[in-house]
């Protein structure tokens, strides 16, 4: 969006060329990133020459009031306890649980790779 | 009356075929622990499911066994209260025949004493079964409605053949599920611009769907509620959870060759984010921190077994027909020695003449 609002207007690649290449973005990714803007609202597109020019509908502020409440709404993970497969499970593990973990698997994992 | 005891019939017996299947697994972890086999995770998996579906199949192996001896010997039953009766008239168990009877007739009595629900006991019995049923059904059609709001919220990124990989800002940890006919792989939206952790995301969901365990996770919830009391069901369905997942990770290392401290840093990335969640809506930690050491461990087994991922991936498929041969059988006799005896036979008639005259000689 920041970069939208730097542009007024742009295409894909446009967004894509604002972005510091350390963020290593790719131009599927990007449109993906766009197209879902646009069904949230924040941006419309438009046809030119075989490609989508979005334009930013929001004001900075307003979106940023928007972001915040999507980012509460983050807060809670909606996964379901049954019928899905996840990653992983944490049951009720602390931050120092995990970081005593972290130090056993880097050593153990660490010795045996080198 | 007759549906209705033969449907408990049958809701008993699987029961105590769960529960046996459960001991019999138990005893194959303990002795494959011991054996270079207790990092094939791959190969224990296929072994678990191999169980599951002969235990659900179970009542009819059960019927397939009786007919097969009726077919070879007939007259021979494999019911195991007419051995019982046999040996008790060869004279080789010391008891009073009246008890004895009652003792042999114990699970019948209470068939029938639940079914006619003429005493306060068996009427609570009922209505606490019946009220975990509908606890289980509930808590499932929760879950299906939580996931269909889900995917419907969710942003379709790519479709590969029968799978759609989706982006969702819902959920903290990516997560597989399927449809009716589709597949789906559920990323949190913010992984789109990180490309390692989601190669390795999503290689590890779509191993979950090589390896079928959408299908496995939904049988066992359709089952919950008919299983949902048995202490074997629990055991099982972790046991299930905690291979299905060390099966996962072995096969995606092996196969995408992701370096072990790669995959094992995401994982403990992915817990981090979901433990700082959980945090941050917990309001009283001491109550869940009970089972704490055990998923401390069971997290730290998971990652560390990462190393040991080399030349387990093809699971030797004649141990596999091995174990459904014998589980298979096994189960099958079990099964039909559990039935009802269909007739009286020449040594129960023996033994009602027995308990009559002690019975005579008992009035005199």
Redesign the interface.
Same mark, same amino acid.
């Given at each position: 969006m920041t970069e939208l609002w730097e542009l007024g207007e742009g295409s894909v690649r446009d967004v894509l060329g604002q972005l510091p290449p350390s963020r290593g973005l790719a131009y599927t990714s990007a449109a993906t990133v766009l197209r879902i803007l646009e069904d949230k609202g924040f941006v419309e597109s438009r046809k030119q020459n075989k490609s989508l020019i979005y334009t930013p509908l929001l004001a900075k502020d307003a979106y940023q009031t928007r972001s915040l409440k999507n980012l509460s709404q983050t807060l809670f993970d909606d996964t379901p306890a049954t019928l899905v497969a996840r990653l992983v499970d944490d049951a009720g593990l602390t931050e120092a649980d995990l970081e005593e973990i972290r130090a056993l698997v880097e050593r153990r994992l660490r010795n045996d790779g080198g | 009356m007759m549906a209705a005891k033969q449907i408990l019939e049958v809701f008993v017996n699987l029961n105590i075929m769960l529960a046996l299947g459960c001991l019999i697994w138990l005893g194959l972890q303990a002795l494959v622990a011991k054996t270079a086999l207790r990092h094939a995770f791959i190969l224990q998996l296929a072994a678990l499911k191999t169980v599951l579906a002969l235990i659900l199949l179970s009542p009819v192996l059960a019927i397939a066994a009786t007919q097969a001896v009726e077919l070879f010997s007939p007259g021979r039953s494999l019911v195991l209260s007419d051995f019982v009766v046999a040996a008790y008239l060869r004279g080789e168990i010391a008891m009073d025949a009246i008890r004895f009877e009652q003792i042999l007739n114990t699970r019948e009595n209470w068939t029938e004493r639940f079914l006619l629900m003429n005493t306060k006991g068996p009427a609570i019995v009922a209505l606490l079964l019946a009220a975990g049923m509908v606890v289980a059904i509930l808590?499932?059609a929760?879950?299906?409605l *939580? %996931?269909h &709001?889900?995917l419907d919220d969710s942003?379709l990124?790519k479709r590969v053949g029968p799978v759609d990989v989706r982006?969702s800002?819902?959920?903290?940890?990516?997560?597989?599920?399927r449809g009716l006919f589709r597949r789906h792989v559920l990323l949190?939206?913010d992984l789109?611009?990180d490309?390692d952790r989601r190669r390795i995301?999503i290689a &590890?969901?779509l191993q &979950?769907f090589r390896q079928s365990?959408?299908e496995w996770?939904?049988v066992f919830?359709l089952t919950r509620p008919f299983f949902f009391w048995n202490p074997a069901f629990t055991l099982l369905k972790r046991r299930f959870?905690r291979l299905?997942e060390l099966a996962?990770d072995q096969a995606v290392v092996s196969r995408y060759r992701v370096?072990?401290?790669d995959y094992?840093?995401c %994982?403990?990335h992915?817990?981090?984010r979901?433990? +700082?969640?959980? *945090?941050?809506?917990r309001l009283n930690?001491a109550l /869940?921190?009970? +089972?704490?050491k055990?998923?401390?461990q069971? /997290?730290?087994n998971r /990652?560390?077994s990462?190393?040991s991922t080399a030349s387990q991936l093809s699971a030797p498929r004649r141990h596999l027909i091995a174990l459904a041969c014998v589980m298979g059988t096994f189960l099958s006799f079990a099964g039909a020695s559990l039935e009802a005896p269909k007739d009286w036979s020449h040594d129960r008639l023996m033994l009602s003449t027995v308990v009559n005259l002690e019975r005579l000689r008992a009035d005199r």
């Amino acid at each position: 969006m920041t970069e939208l609002w730097e542009l007024g207007e742009g295409s894909v690649r446009d967004v894509l060329g604002q972005l510091p290449p350390s963020r290593g973005l790719a131009y599927t990714s990007a449109a993906t990133v766009l197209r879902i803007l646009e069904d949230k609202g924040f941006v419309e597109s438009r046809k030119q020459n075989k490609s989508l020019i979005y334009t930013p509908l929001l004001a900075k502020d307003a979106y940023q009031t928007r972001s915040l409440k999507n980012l509460s709404q983050t807060l809670f993970d909606d996964t379901p306890a049954t019928l899905v497969a996840r990653l992983v499970d944490d049951a009720g593990l602390t931050e120092a649980d995990l970081e005593e973990i972290r130090a056993l698997v880097e050593r153990r994992l660490r010795n045996d790779g080198g | 009356m007759m549906a209705a005891k033969q449907i408990l019939e049958v809701f008993v017996n699987l029961n105590i075929m769960l529960a046996l299947g459960c001991l019999i697994w138990l005893g194959l972890q303990a002795l494959v622990a011991k054996t270079a086999l207790r990092h094939a995770f791959i190969l224990q998996l296929a072994a678990l499911k191999t169980v599951l579906a002969l235990i659900l199949l179970s009542p009819v192996l059960a019927i397939a066994a009786t007919q097969a001896v009726e077919l070879f010997s007939p007259g021979r039953s494999l019911v195991l209260s007419d051995f019982v009766v046999a040996a008790y008239l060869r004279g080789e168990i010391a008891m009073d025949a009246i008890r004895f009877e009652q003792i042999l007739n114990t699970r019948e009595n209470w068939t029938e004493r639940f079914l006619l629900m003429n005493t306060k006991g068996p009427a609570i019995v009922a209505l606490l079964l019946a009220a975990g049923m509908v606890v289980a059904i509930l808590r499932l059609a929760r879950s299906a409605l *939580q %996931l269909h &709001h889900l995917l419907d919220d969710s942003y379709l990124w790519k479709r590969v053949g029968p799978v759609d990989v989706r982006l969702s800002d819902r959920i903290a940890v990516p997560m597989a599920t399927r449809g009716l006919f589709r597949r789906h792989v559920l990323l949190p939206s913010d992984l789109i611009s990180d490309s390692d952790r989601r190669r390795i995301a999503i290689a &590890h969901e779509l191993q &979950h769907f090589r390896q079928s365990d959408l299908e496995w996770e939904i049988v066992f919830e359709l089952t919950r509620p008919f299983f949902f009391w048995n202490p074997a069901f629990t055991l099982l369905k972790r046991r299930f959870n905690r291979l299905r997942e060390l099966a996962c990770d072995q096969a995606v290392v092996s196969r995408y060759r992701v370096a072990p401290l790669d995959y094992a840093r995401c %994982l403990l990335h992915f817990c981090e984010r979901s433990v +700082g969640l959980a *945090q941050a809506q917990r309001l009283n930690v001491a109550l /869940l921190s009970a +089972g704490r050491k055990d998923a401390r461990q069971e /997290l730290a087994n998971r /990652l560390l077994s990462l190393k040991s991922t080399a030349s387990q991936l093809s699971a030797p498929r004649r141990h596999l027909i091995a174990l459904a041969c014998v589980m298979g059988t096994f189960l099958s006799f079990a099964g039909a020695s559990l039935e009802a005896p269909k007739d009286w036979s020449h040594d129960r008639l023996m033994l009602s003449t027995v308990v009559n005259l002690e019975r005579l000689r008992a009035d005199r």
